[in-house]
């Protein structure tokens, strides 16, 4: 009878009440459960393991590949972060990615844009949300390679179904026409359906030169600042005062 059960929670994907459903019985006897309480303790065991196991999967999903905490960051290293940090600490509750908000983070090399970005994706992995980490340009690098195979709808859905999509270093270069065009059906194809998480070195007056043109620019910008919150970071490289420490 037993192995006619683990053959059944088998098919049904059921792991965890397989692996322990011999035990529970013994526990159950043992203790004398009402059946109903062994049923509830194995279900119980399913759904902690299916938790466990998709939280395995969106960090892997993320391609964050280390795991930055927000206890990690010095709030004391510039006022601009002391200015920020109820805010900052809030968008770790992730209630940004169920309201669709995105957000923008501005200022210069070494401020802390990367690692606060990275920080709220770790935490959303760990809420199983569906993530995903990337550079700008190799967002684009891929969707370019995709659009000259033929797999572009499919690469564009990839950054499209992403819950949270973290888009870091806009900026640093220029995108090109082609890139550009490409990054406003992203951005485009997410407006008020998920939340996408920005960093920049650059203000937005100066995004026209990131996007090859004024006109798709503004219309990045747009969407967006339209239903998001902006923070500026400012101070010396944090890297540069470790390395001098």
Not at 17 to 32: G, H, I, M, V, Y
Not at 181 to 206: C, G, M, W, Y
Request: charge should be positive.
């Amino acid at each position: 009878m037993i192995e006619r059960v683990k053959s059944k929670a088998i098919e049904l994907k059921l792991r965890a009440f397989n692996e322990d459903l011999e035990q529970t019985l013994e526990t159950a006897s043992r203790k004398n459960w009402p059946l109903i309480d062994a049923i509830e303790h194995l279900l119980d065991l399913e759904l902690e393991y299916k938790k466990k196991r998709r939280i395995e999967r969106c960090f892997k999903q993320s391609h964050l590949f280390e795991k930055p905490t927000i206890d990690q960051f010095d709030f004391d290293h510039h006022s601009s972060r002391k200015k920020h940090k109820n805010k900052i600490l809030d968008l770790l509750t992730l209630e940004f990615i169920e309201q669709h908000k995105d957000i923008i983070l501005i200022g210069n090399p070494g401020v802390g844009k990367s690692f606060l970005a990275k920080s709220i994706a770790y935490a959303a992995t760990q809420a199983g949300v569906k993530t995903l980490f990337t550079s700008a340009m190799d967002m684009i690098n891929h969707l370019i390679s995709a659009e000259a195979d033929h797999s572009l709808l499919k690469k564009l859905h990839h950054y499209e179904s992403q819950k949270l999509l973290v888009v870091d270093e806009i900026g640093y270069l220029s995108l090109g026409e082609a890139g550009s065009n490409l990054f406003f059906q992203v951005i485009s194809q997410r407006h008020e359906r998920k939340s996408t998480i920005i960093t920049t070195n650059r203000p937005f007056a100066d995004w026209g030169q990131i996007f090859n043109s004024t006109s798709v620019a503004t219309a990045i910008a747009d969407r967006l600042v339209y239903h998001s919150e902006i923070f500026i970071l400012e101070g010396e490289s944090y890297r540069k005062k470790n390395k001098k420490s």
